[in-house]
């Protein structure tokens, strides 16, 4: 059966120290994989999006990295603030690039 | 701004009664969403709608209906609510295929959160 795995533990990190994210896949082979931040009580954000064909995207503080062998995605905070506090989302984009099937989040914790 | 809204934000209702959640956008985006998000499940499928009259099932569709009269709405009906239909809905709207159009992303409204007694 198809499955994507967040770690569904919260992780609790220190300010300032690199929060590190799993997403596992199986049963799937999506073309793209995405990023999202949710804070209580709103919608998800988009943060990223990683192609295939791409091993590592950055965007100021964070990076996504897409293996499609070990079928997983890493997403880094780099110098965490307690602001990144917050449950953060993989999706994979599906459907022919139209639908987008979500991982269950984990939620992250940064203490001072 | 271009935005997208729900409402109710919150409801409560008993079971047996249809409930119709609203979902507006101003994007003028042709791809429309309904996500229901439980504890333990994450976001799932309900409905999606790539255009006006065009409606299709998702992951979770049973007990819930769709129509898409014009581009900005796409109401969520549960023709007859039942206390699993208890979550947090959540509509999101998209410019087209990620890759294609430069518009790599989902928008979500706040969601509404909704209790079936």
């Known amino acids: 059966s198809q499955k994507i795995e967040q770690n569904s533990e919260a992780l609790n990190i220190q300010e300032g120290k690199t929060a590190t994210l799993t997403c596992n896949y199986t049963n799937y082979s999506p073309a793209y994989l995405q990023w999202y931040r949710q804070d209580p009580g709103r919608g998800p954000v988009f943060l990223l999006l990683i192609r295939e064909n791409e091993k590592e995207k950055r965007k100021e503080r964070l990076k996504v990295t897409f293996d499609t062998t070990l079928k997983q995605s890493l997403f880094h905070i780099t110098a965490s603030q307690p602001a990144d506090s917050a449950t953060y989302l993989c999706a994979l984009v599906t459907g022919g690039g139209n639908k987008l099937t979500f991982g269950t989040g984990t939620q992250l914790k940064v203490e001072l | 701004d271009a935005e997208i809204t729900q409402s109710p934000r919150h409801k409560i209702t008993e079971t047996g009664r249809q409930v119709t959640l609203a979902c507006h956008q101003t994007w003028n985006h042709n791809n429309m969403f309904w996500y229901r998000q439980d504890l333990g499940h994450g976001l799932r499928l309900i409905h999606y709608?790539?255009?006006?009259?065009?409606?299709n099932k998702g992951e979770v569709s049973d007990g819930y209906s769709v129509s898409r009269s014009n581009t900005e709405d796409l109401p969520l009906t549960l023709e007859s609510a039942a206390s699993s239909q208890t979550s947090v809905y959540f509509c999101?709207?998209?410019?087209?295929?990620?890759?294609?159009?430069?518009?790599?992303?989902?928008?979500f409204g706040p969601g509404t959160r909704l209790l079936v007694l």
């Open positions: 709608s790539y255009g006006v009259q065009d409606t």
């Open positions: 999101a709207s998209s410019e087209g295929r990620v890759g294609a159009t430069g518009q790599e992303t989902q928008y």
